[in-house]
């Protein structure tokens, strides 16, 4: 096996857990020392596939990340020829077999469930897709996304919101103070561990005034999109903050804005091309309002920065509340109690969720004119 810029030399893919539209996250034993962790990986005859690039994007830029509100990258494997071997072990066989079986033709390239996703041999095949994976620390409490389905889609104590906004706020500062935009914030990719909440996923992030093989893709959850991000132009630090208010929308609401809206052409003319701010959650605290409200400005010239935020009145709420963490360890000891496997969290949406890009994937829906949605024919 060849390994780059890793702590993890000898490890064994244990569990599939879930899949995106680029690959695959599973739980992963580290031989060495017993400790789990999560294996990220996409598998591609295209190296230069956006599937591809969203995976180094993301190993390039968390291998440089060190916060306790980031989650850490323990590695990565890289050009490793897809061959199988039989395993060392009758029960690590037993173990990645229901992985293979699970899959269908997804893997036919390996010729038995008893492969072993851990140990290579080189091969020159050049028919064979390559493997790769990154390494990533494992979050036994999985999503916020997976938080909020424990306790009904929303939480009912505007504190414990404000609890992981400001988690979420500080994770931001550090990127942003290090010209990083992570441009798909949402409740998926935050993550939840006894180490803290941090954020995760950076497969769509981007470096500011730095040029990027992904340059020109759509980068982010179209729900949770910034409005120039829909437009087409820059995609900076003020996007991330939009996203952070629509991501409190949904602890508070259950739901991100506009999520009734089924269309996406639809919806990226709602938020790209309209004036109309996104509704708020009705029975909120004046603080919570002001908050979204900032968040939420069409003009992103006028979002505070996420070190300004973190210094509103809002996020005292939870400050003030004693009995707020008891509800987070409550939580947290709910979710350690299930399969940690089913617990970790797939963190794999790539890019958008859709396959568009600014220049291909926009289309207004009337005159079909390349490029961002038309506001004369939504206005027409």
Same mark, same amino acid.
């Given at each position: 096996m060849t390994v780059s810029s890793s702590s993890i030399s000898s490890w064994q893919r244990c569990r599939h857990i879930a899949s995106g539209s680029f690959g695959h996250v599973s739980l992963a034993l580290? #031989? /060495?020392?017993? @400790?789990f962790f999560a294996a990220k990986s996409c598998? =591609? !005859?295209d190296p230069l596939s956006p599937y591809m690039l969203s995976l180094l994007n993301e190993f390039d830029i968390m291998k440089s990340l060190s916060s306790p509100y980031i989650l850490r990258c323990l590695g990565a494997d890289f050009d490793i020829p897809c061959r &199988? !071997?039989? #395993? =060392? &072990?009758? =029960? =690590? !066989? &037993?173990?990645c077999s229901s992985f293979f079986s699970d899959q269908g033709d997804t893997f036919s390239s390996l010729s038995s469930p008893s492969s072993s996703w851990g140990s290579y041999s080189s091969s020159s095949s050049s028919n064979r897709r390559m493997l790769r994976s990154i390494f990533l620390e494992y979050m036994e409490g999985g999503s916020l996304a997976e938080r909020l389905g424990r306790s009904g889609g929303k939480f009912p104590d505007e504190a414990l919101a404000a609890h992981y906004t400001r988690a979420i706020l500080h994770g931001l500062d550090y990127l942003h103070s290090n010209g990083i935009v992570h441009c798909d914030i949402k409740p998926k990719n935050i993550l939840i561990g006894t180490s803290g909440t941090k954020i995760g996923d950076f497969g769509s992030a981007r470096r500011v005034g730095h040029e990027s093989s992904m340059d020109g893709m759509l980068?982010?959850? *179209? #729900?949770?999109?910034? *409005? /120039?991000?829909?437009q087409g132009l820059e995609q900076g630090?003020? @996007?991330?903050?939009? @996203?952070l208010g629509c991501t409190l929308v949904h602890m508070? /609401?259950?739901?991100? *804005?506009?999520?009734?809206?089924?269309?996406?052409p639809a919806l990226f003319l709602k938020i790209g091309n309209s004036n109309e701010a996104p509704p708020l959650p009705e029975n909120i605290s004046a603080e919570a309002r002001d908050f979204l409200l900032q968040c939420l400005q069409r003009d992103p010239k006028l979002r505070p920065t996420a070190a300004h935020l973190l210094r509103h009145p809002f996020l005292l709420s939870s400050v003030q509340k *004693?009995? #707020?963490?008891?509800?987070?360890?409550? @939580?947290?000891?709910?979710?350690? /109690?299930?399969?940690p496997e089913e617990s970790l969290t797939s963190s794999i949406d790539m890019l958008s969720d859709y396959d568009h890009t600014c220049r291909e994937g926009l289309r207004c829906t009337c005159c079909q004119s390349h490029g961002p949605l038309c506001a004369s024919c939504y206005t027409s």
């Open positions: 580290n #031989l /060495e020392d017993g @400790s598998r =591609s !005859s &199988s !071997s039989a #395993l =060392s &072990s009758s =029960s =690590s !066989s &037993s173990v980068r982010g959850t *179209p #729900l949770y999109m910034a *409005p /120039e991000v829909v630090p003020p @996007s991330d903050i939009w @996203s508070l /609401e259950g739901q991100a *804005p506009w999520a009734h809206i089924q269309c996406l *004693p009995d #707020l963490m008891a509800i987070v360890d409550r @939580s947290m000891q709910d979710a350690s /109690e299930s399969d």
